[in-house]
């Protein structure tokens, strides 16, 4: 039986959420306090990869330290690429980057360590956004919250692109659980009815 971990960090209140399966866990957008996400894996665990849901500094921060301890792979969606490493792009006034080799996802079914994961890109908060389906959840990082979605006036963001992409969300399952990257975790189902951004 999988268990979802939530871990709210950094001045940005970022959720960084653990999954975990049968001794295996993913690490979903390490914003921040590597050595407190650290603490919630178990020594008989094996974390099979880092999840950036998107390249913004405030989701990034722990994922340089976390794999270096681990040795596990960051994966990022290939057009966030440069948002997640380039200094120069859109830092908010941080200098937080990942210098580490990057992986990168592929729209659709992704087999990382002993998950199969559903990625959906979904561009509109950055152009390299992703929404991260695992069973019947979905880590929706910026793209989705709680009655509200994310901006889209920041570096790559598009309105236009947003709307396609929440039409695609609306497609799911209703009972989908939503983990996004900020807030209150909700349920598809409650989203339809009450998220003016869906109606």
């Known amino acids: 039986m999988e268990k979802v971990i939530k871990l709210v960090l950094s001045m940005m209140q970022t959720n960084c959420y653990l999954i975990k399966e049968n001794g295996h866990v993913l690490i979903v957008d390490p914003a921040s306090s590597p050595n407190r ?3 919630m894996i178990e020594e008989d665990e094996v974390v099979d990869g880092i999840l ?3 390249g ?10 976390l794999k270096k301890k681990l040795h596990c792979p960051i994966y990022v969606h290939e057009y966030d ?7 120069k792009i859109d ?43 695992y069973k019947n959840h ?15 006036d920041l570096y790559s963001g598009s309105d236009s692109k947003l709307k396609q992409s929440l039409h695609r969300l609306c497609s799911l399952h209703p009972e989908t659980l939503i983990y996004p990257g900020h807030g209150e975790c909700s349920v598809l189902e409650f989203e339809l009815k009450h998220n003016p951004y869906l109606y």
């Not at 690429?81 to 200094?87: E, G, I, P, Q």
């Not at 990382?112 to 979904?122: A, E, N, Q, W, Y």
Request: glycine share 10%; with cysteine; proline share 1%.
């Open 56 to 65: 913004h500094f405030d989701h990034i921060g722990a994922a340089d330290a």
């Open 138 to 152: 979905l880590f929706t990082g910026d793209t989705l919250f709680q009655c509200s979605v994310g901006r889209t």
């Open 81 to 87: 690429k440069r948002l997640a490493t380039d200094v």
């Open 37 to 39: 996400i650290l603490s």
């Open 52 to 54: 950036l849901t998107h």
């Open 91 to 133: 830092r908010f006034m941080s200098d937080v980057v990942v210098k580490s080799e990057l992986s990168f996802y592929r729209d659709g079914i992704n087999q990382i360590g002993s998950f199969k994961l559903d990625v959906l890109h979904t561009p509109g908060h950055t152009d390299g956004s992703v929404c991260i389906g």
